[in-house]
């Protein structure tokens, strides 16, 4: 993260910024009463990947699309103590959201030192989500992240009491917003207001991976094989994609299930990671983490064949080692059924 920034006004916040469409137009509504507003992403494996594996192209996008400067900046070890023993609990899967939004405004509030800033501002709605997004529960976490009325929620201010920067007159409350609920008209029409391209409007589905069923159903398998240590963020990472395969407490081997996931599972090339891939035909891309011996290999290649487009083919060759775009040791993959590497399976509805 850069922490040169330039001073274009005597006041200057910290904003959570989402990628979502909210978070986009409470910036924008906070520059166009001239306050620097600085940007920060919190980004995890669960969400953000890309601006946590390519900060520079994720930046040099955000700017394109929206001419605002994001500060990427690695939620990931935090978000593992959140979703280890959330005080407030989960929503539908594993997402630990009053926890997160408390961590994340903890940190922001960090920040605002850091960058000299005066408060924080967030793309929140009320009553927007059931969980997090009610008045008493936005109020709660307030009060928990220790930011008093150092936060403004730019759309929907005029719902909440003034803020110290409004009741300061750092930030016009007049010309702040009162949209509430999940509605997305006055929203889009303020992205119209701010030239944002409909094309570039982010869609509302998507976002964070912990509240999919399956990723939480592997990420919660993770967890209890550290317990009561906490997994690493390369651990975790490989939750994310792909069809998952427990060979011990301290192995598992991912069979990527799409084009897509290849591409992803690619960019893990973390220390004790080994790719697989069966040699000369197309097909997954596969990771073993854990003790790669001789029996997780031949067994790693042998599920690497079975999901491949050479399933059921004998005499084939895996080929493996720890940078996917250059795999040289070899291995022959033993024939395995289904039902076989099912002994294996996590979550076998993947
Ligand atoms: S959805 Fe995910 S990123 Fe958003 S608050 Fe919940 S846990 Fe955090």
Known sequence: MNGEVAVSNNKRCIALYSGGLDSILAIKMLQEQSIEVIAVYFCTPFFGLHALSDPESFCALQKEKYGITVHPTDF????????????????????????????MLKKAKEMMDVFDASFV???????????????????????????K??????????????????REGWVNRELLGDIS????????????????????IPSPAGGCLLTYEQVANKVRSTFSRFRPE??????????????KFVF????????????????????????????MKVADVPG?????????????LA??????????????????????GPDPFAMTATIEAPVFTEEHCKLFHVDSSN
């Open 76 to 103: 990931t070890f935090e978000i593992i103590k959140i979703i280890s023993s959330p005080k407030h609990g989960y929503g539908k899967h594993l997402n630990p959201c009053v926890d997160c939004k408390i961590g």
């Open 121 to 147: 501002i967030t793309g929140e709605v009320v009553g927007q989500r059931p969980m997090s997004q009610r008045k008493d529960a936005m109020n709660g976490i307030l009060k928990e992240a220790g930011l």
């Open 149 to 166: 009325d150092k936060l403004i929620r730019p759309l929907c201010a005029k719902l909440m009491q003034p803020s110290l920067p409004e």
């Open 230 to 243: 906490f997994p690493l963020p390369a651990d975790l990472m490989l939750d994310i994609a792909g069809r």
């Open 248 to 275: 011990n407490d301290k192995t598992v081997f991912i069979v990527s299930r799409s084009e897509e996931e290849n591409r992803t599972l690619s960019i893990m090339k973390h220390p004790g990671n080994i790719f």
């Open 284 to 296: 997954p891309l596969c990771v073993l983490r854990g003790e790669a011996t001789d029996e997780h």
């Open 299 to 320: 067994r790693g290649a042998g599920i690497c064949l079975r999901y491949g487009k050479a399933r059921g083919v004998s005499g084939n060759v895996a080929v493996y």
């Open 181 to 200: 609920g999940r509605g997305r008209k006055r929203q889009i029409a303020l992205a119209s207001k701010y030239g944002i391209q409909p094309h570039h």
